[in-house]
């Protein structure tokens, strides 16, 4: 007698990625999880479905994740004017007066996404209050670097803050000043907080919530996404509530599994044996994230040594060493897992004595170096720059890098200018990384960088920019391979959270979370990669996605 199933997937080419070159033709779906993954003929010996589905030999694979977001964030970017595709600083005010011309006088202004480094009409400088002025002098206009690290206020917005005449911000950020001691509209860091906290949030009205989480999500499922990691930011008012999640996964409505993390340390609930197995269950709470640094596109990630190209600054330090021990410590043991932003090699110089400060602290204070072992890494977030030292003793630690691919799409037409030949050779080398013997998850660090794992994936593996240049790649030996490019946005996503028993690979018994996609992926030129595209996705069996 055949034992019923949901779904039967028949001539597939499946890569599981149990191992490298594992393909498998046929996969059953009962209750959410994958029941049988092998042969077309046996599955249909032993199963039977009012649903089968000929996939006739398309390619699938796990479901993709990121590691490392701010997805309430990337929805929020939906209400601003996107400065993303703007190629010069004249059409980025362009395109803030065109909002401005449909706006009322004094109404607030956000921009989102704009680079300096990409603009064809001036050299890689930030813009000023004097340009954003050029928009319009009636409302008063904030936008925020792609980076997140940076902002720029026109004169109107200025004033709204009651910003003037030789403000010092304090500790963990900067408003640069004129020669006359007069601001020029810049805010580094956590001094960007200020308009945080000023500007009205849209999502406060209900409807804008619904209708541009709901835009967010279709987009995470067109791109075969079926994890998220998204995080909390205080240090720029980024909220995560998980309750927003958790309705719209009682309501059948979440498409995608996502863990909540945040920036303050909370009381992590109990989950039992049955909650984590429930393929359905689609929503939990994460890391205790922590900022060390800023980023390199702003100059605020924090070197050892200054900047080539602006040998006035070595960085931002946005914590004290001894408060980032002191915060790694006790989120550690409350139970958390921490998670720590850093970009600059100083920054993960700091990062990595606090996790080593941390250890040693708590094994003294009667952790025993079992609990130690059972309890699930500690997360770097970014660890852009390392050199031969800093790798050696992350390989020492019980740690995971979440790191973003995409980055690296942007910044190889400046890296050298901003650090020098010597520290960009040490900067973005994954492969070097990786046969450190460190687990590498993928993340977009989205409204950053967009949350393609496509994107992602083609950087890992053909390390040049999404127009092909340069054609030979920049440090093809550091180039992944595909497969292991490919487990950095699936496979090794769940072991940042311990979940690698549950998700990442085409295996029975695990949650049944795949994407079908149009092409081949290890059979096809590197170039293509990038231009991979979903044709369904599924998230414990349900079909999130498909390409009409």
């Not at 340390?265 to 890391?287: L, S, Y």
């Not at 500690?378 to 995409?406: C, G, T, Y």
């Not at 993928?442 to 409204?447: A, E, L, M, V």
Request: glycine share 8%; aromatic share 10%.
């Amino acid at each position: 007698m055949k034992t019923a199933a949901d779904k039967i997937f028949i001539h597939a080419n499946a890569y599981t990625l149990e191992a490298e070159g594992i393909v498998k033709d046929a996969i059953v779906v009962k209750d959410g999880k994958f029941a049988y993954v092998g042969s077309t003929e046996e599955a249909l010996e032993k199963y039977e479905s009012n649903e089968i589905i000929d996939l006739e030999g398309k390619t699938v694979l796990p479901g993709m994740g990121d590691s490392h977001l701010h997805f309430f964030a990337y929805c929020q970017t939906y209400t601003t004017v996107d400065l993303g595709g703007a190629k010069s600083k004249k059409e980025a005010i362009e395109r803030l007066a065109a909002k401005a011309a449909e706006t009322p006088e004094g109404e607030w202004i956000k921009g989102s996404n704009f680079d300096q480094s990409k603009w064809d009409d001036c050299e890689d400088m930030l813009p000023t209050r004097e340009d954003l002025d050029m928009a319009s002098a009636k409302h008063p206009i904030v936008i925020k670097r792609v980076c997140l690290h940076t902002a720029v206020a026109n004169t109107m917005a200025l004033e709204k803050a009651n910003i003037g005449k030789g403000y010092e911000y304090g500790p963990g950020g900067t408003v640069e000043l004129d020669a006359e001691g007069m601001p020029n509209g810049i805010f580094r860091e956590q001094a960007s907080r200020i308009y945080d906290e000023l500007i009205p949030d849209p999502f406060l009205i209900p409807e804008n919530k619904k209708k541009y989480m709901k835009k967010g999500f279709d987009l995470a499922s067109q791109f075969g996404v079926t994890m998220m990691h998204t995080y909390a930011a205080e240090i720029w008012k980024y909220s995560e509530d998980i309750n927003d999640y958790l309705e719209l996964n009682r309501k059948g409505e979440l498409p995608v599994r996502m863990t909540i993390c945040l920036d303050q340390r909370f009381n992590k609930p109990f989950v039992t044996k049955e909650e984590r197995e429930d393929p359905f269950r689609a929503v939990q709470f994460g890391t205790f994230k922590i900022f060390c640094d800023g980023s390199l596109g702003s100059r605020s990630a924090k070197l050892f040594e200054p900047y080539d190209d602006d040998p006035t600054t070595d960085g931002i330090l946005v914590i004290s060493q001894e408060d980032l021990n002191a915060r790694v410590l006790k989120g550690y043991e409350m139970g958390l897992q921490p998670a720590i932003h850093c970009i600059g090699d100083k920054g993960l110089d700091c990062v990595l004595t606090a996790i080593e400060y941390t250890l040693k602290t708590s094994l003294a204070h009667g952790m025993t170096e079992r609990e130690q072992k059972d309890r699930l890494p500690f997360r770097i977030i970014h660890a852009q720059m390392a050199n031969p030292e800093l790798i050696e003793r992350m390989a020492k630690l019980p740690v995971v890098l979440d790191i973003q691919p995409s980055f690296f799409l942007t910044d190889l037409h400046w890296i050298k200018d901003r650090v020098g030949e010597e520290r960009a050779a040490m900067s973005y080398t994954w492969k070097t990384y990786q046969d450190a013997g460190l687990m590498l998850t993928g993340g977009s660090d989205c409204p950053v960088e967009l949350f393609s794992p496509w994107n992602g994936i083609y950087s890992l593996v053909a390390r040049k920019d999404l127009d092909g240049y340069p054609e030979g790649s920049v440090q093809p030996e550091e180039k992944l391979s595909v497969y292991d490019a490919v487990c950095v946005f699936s496979k090794n996503v769940p072991y940042a959270n311990g979940e690698q028993d549950l998700l990442g690979t085409i295996e029975a018994g695990k949650f049944a979370d795949m994407v079908v996609i149009d092409r081949d992926i290890f059979k096809i030129p590197e170039d293509e990669i990038k231009d991979v595209q979903a044709l369904y996705t599924y998230m414990a069996g349900n079909e999130t996605y498909r390409r009409s």
